[in-house]
């Protein structure tokens, strides 16, 4: 099976900053990775699909960009609403998908 | 509207089976996988396994291998998940999401939850 880390595991912003999240597979997946965000209590929500695709309807904020083993999600300037846990996914193996653990991003 | 509505939520017994329903509107429900994925409380996203609603084909993760069962009924655009055997480290939020095949492979379309508490 194809594992995910992410690093950090969690991490401490304010509004405004530049926020960088790197996901790593133990194999390579080409750019077969995706981005979720995940609020309390909340279903995830696709946020980046191929690495660097966004998905409809986020704000171009977010970005992705990786190929490979190494992949990172950028928020340009964190807003309030982007307090959440994120996590990547490799569909590199799909059907049979991984997820990383996922990184929490919390107010400074 | 292009949703996934799921069951409430249920509390079982261990041993016992649990049978969770997620009802695909908005689209054709045939037209894309559903795949099936749980999260423990305050844990990560596990990957369960996957249905195709149009053939009934299935495949699960090995953790769940005779466990499980993926069935759907594409008269009522539902898929259903049924674990059984419960034990207590199978509570938690069980989603339902729809994937898509191009231009990659992601699930762009999720289920609210159902939590299932196991608890004798």
Same mark, same amino acid.
């Given at each position: 099976?194809? %594992? ?10 304010s ?12 194999? @390579?997946?080409?750019? +077969?990775?995706n ?13 980046? +699909? ?9 704000p171009?904020?977010f ?15 964190? %807003?309030?609403?982007d ?6 996914? %490799? @569909?590199?193996?799909t ?14 | ?12 017994k ?71 055997s ?5 509570t ?5 999401a ?23």
């Amino acid at each position: 099976d194809i %594992q995910m880390t992410q690093s950090p595991s969690s991490l401490s912003a304010s509004v405004g900053d530049r926020v960088t999240i790197t996901c790593r597979a133990s194999q @390579s997946i080409s750019s +077969y990775l995706n981005w979720y965000q995940q609020k309390p209590g909340k279903a995830p929500k696709l946020l980046i +699909y191929a690495a660097s695709s966004l998905q409809s309807g986020v704000p171009s904020r977010f970005s992705g960009s990786g190929s490979g083993t190494d992949f990172t999600l950028t928020i340009s300037s964190l %807003q309030p609403e982007d307090f959440a846990t994120y996590y990547c996914q %490799q @569909s590199y193996s799909t059907p049979r998908v991984t997820f990383g653990p996922g990184t929490k991003v919390d107010i400074k | 509207q292009v949703q996934l509505v799921q069951s409430g939520a249920e509390v079982k017994k261990p041993g016992a089976s649990v049978k969770v329903s997620c009802k695909a509107s908005g689209y054709t429900f045939t037209s894309y996988d559903i795949n099936w994925v749980r999260q423990a409380t305050g844990q990560g996203l596990e990957w369960m396994g996957w249905m195709n609603p149009n053939s009934g084909n299935t495949g699960y993760a090995q953790k769940f291998q005779g466990r499980v069962t993926m069935t759907r009924n594409t008269s009522i655009s539902t898929a259903y998940m049924e674990l059984s055997s419960l034990r207590s480290e199978d509570t938690a939020v069980y989603y339902c999401a729809r994937r898509r095949s191009t231009p990659s492979w992601y699930f762009d379309l999720w289920g609210r939850g159902t939590l299932v508490t196991v608890s004798s």
